[in-house]
């Protein structure tokens, strides 16, 4: 399996609050990925990174930030979360773009 | 814009039975990768098999077949020899431009 952790696996928070998620992987693999995954709209990629601190959007960046300072952390923070944002949260790690990409196991965050 | 296409949201098979789950896709580009994921209950995500766009035969990864048909724009996944152990999710992934776009999964349950 690849080496890759996310943390907490769990959360609750409360509207307005900062949280900040965390991948980490030991595959040493240049491309990490942040999605969502919500009932009815299968996976939905946040961000990505391509290399430490090359980062870009995805299909639904507003109200995300990433941040990656070294290779192996790749940070998703929600400034200030909303209950929209309540969805399970998966990161990817692939060698190169056109590679399959190797999921963690998720954090599911629910936002009262 | 990459667009996956998954028309099944739903399907049984008989346990020892092959199925075949439905995935089209649409971009403009010429170079793409197709992807296939398994979603257990458990949540993790787990890598089936890939399909370049330039290959010329069809992927094949044990008891998964990828049926790629370029002209039609199809990447349809074929389970040979169903095992209960296959219910899951499946869904349907195109990597272009540093990214995958997924599609919205169908859920196969094998009956025994």
């Known amino acids: 399996d690849a080496g890759i952790t996310q943390s907490p696996r769990h959360k609750v928070t409360e509207t307005g609050t900062p949280v900040t998620l965390r991948c980490h992987q030991t595959e040493n693999h240049r491309y990490m990925y942040w999605y969502r995954q919500d009932p009815g709209h299968g996976l939905r990629l946040i961000h990505y990174?391509?290399?430490?601190?090359?980062?870009d959007k995805g299909e639904v960046s507003d109200g995300y930030s990433v941040s990656r300072s070294k290779t192996e952390d790749f940070l998703l923070t929600l400034e200030s979360a909303t209950s929209s944002q309540t969805s399970v949260y998966f990161c990817a790690i692939s060698a190169e773009p056109y590679n399959e990409q190797f999921f963690g196991p998720g954090t599911r965050l629910t936002v009262l | 814009a990459q667009k996956i296409t998954q028309t099944q949201p739903g399907m049984f098979v008989q346990e020892k039975e092959a199925v075949t789950l439905d995935c089209t896709y649409d971009?403009?580009?010429?170079?793409?990768?197709l992807f296939w994921y398994k979603q257990p209950s458990s949540g993790e995500m787990i890598f089936l098999i890939y399909?370049?766009?330039?290959?010329?035969q069809n992927a094949t990864e044990g008891r998964y077949s990828l049926n790629f048909q370029k002209a039609r724009k199809s990447a349809n996944l074929v389970i040979s020899a169903s095992q209960l152990g296959d219910s899951a999710m499946y869904f349907c992934?195109?990597?272009?431009?540093?990214?995958?776009?997924f599609g919205g999964g169908t859920r196969l349950m094998v009956k025994p």
């Open positions: 399909q370049g766009s330039y290959d010329e």
């Open positions: 971009t403009s580009d010429q170079s793409y990768g």
């Open positions: 992934a195109i990597g272009t431009d540093n990214m995958l776009t």
């Open positions: 990174s391509y290399g430490v601190k090359d980062t």
